[in-house]
């Protein structure tokens, strides 16, 4: 979302770019109309990680998490059609994709929605990110390997850099996984 660079004051016109066109508001539409930002979880399912970012939300933005079911499993089409019914529509909204559900955001975006005003991509991707050959393990370990805790040093390895330096982020992330 992208709001004109100019400073606005009382009712002064902004926009807010949805990418297709820009729609005319003004600080006072924005103030009286809240926009629901619906939150698309990664991996785990949970949004835990999504909390520190809704505490500090704008007012006018509220924020909406939609969690996976976690005891069943889901492919993505089926993620697409289970967010889809928890989604609103009515009134302006925003979906904010986090890793995992990047692919199912954009399939959310693609089916023209009414209403929406911007998707918000997050450390995700478009596509499978693991080469085919080795799309075959994911297969056959499936759940099993999203029943074990990684270890710290690969959660800092991997998911939080060599130097990252939060102790409470290195462990709100091992408990979401």
């Keep these: ?13 902004a926009t807010i770019s949805s990418g297709r066109s820009a729609l005319p508001i003004t600080q006072r539409d924005v103030r009286m109309n809240q926009i629901n ?13 999504f909390h520190p970012l809704s505490a500090n939300l ?6 909406c998490l939609i969690q996976y079911p976690p005891d069943i ?3 993505y089409n089926l993620l697409v059609k289970y967010a889809r019914e928890r989604i609103s529509t009515d009134k302006p909204f925003v979906l904010l994709a986090e890793s995992f559900s990047g692919p199912v955001a954009l399939e959310l975006a693609a089916s023209q929605r009414c209403n ?3 998707v918000i991509l997050c450390v995700t991707f478009i596509s499978n990110p693991s080469p085919r050959p080795l799309s075959w393990i994911g297969s056959l ?3 099993m390997l999203f029943k074990l805790t990684p ?7 991997y998911l939080l850099g060599q130097r990252a330096s939060e102790p409470r982020l290195l462990r709100q992330l091992s408990r979401t996984l």
């Design 73 to 75: 499993f889901l492919d």
């Design 116 to 118: 929406l005003v911007a």
């Design 151 to 157: 270890p710290r040093f690969l959660i800092r390895y």
């Design 37 to 49: 930002l619906f939150l698309l979880p990664g991996l785990d399912g949970t949004g835990q990680l």
């Design 58 to 63: 704008p007012e006018y933005l509220v924020p």
């Design 1 to 13: 979302m992208r709001r004109s660079a100019r400073k606005t004051t009382g009712t002064a016109p």
């Design 141 to 143: 370990l499936g759940a």
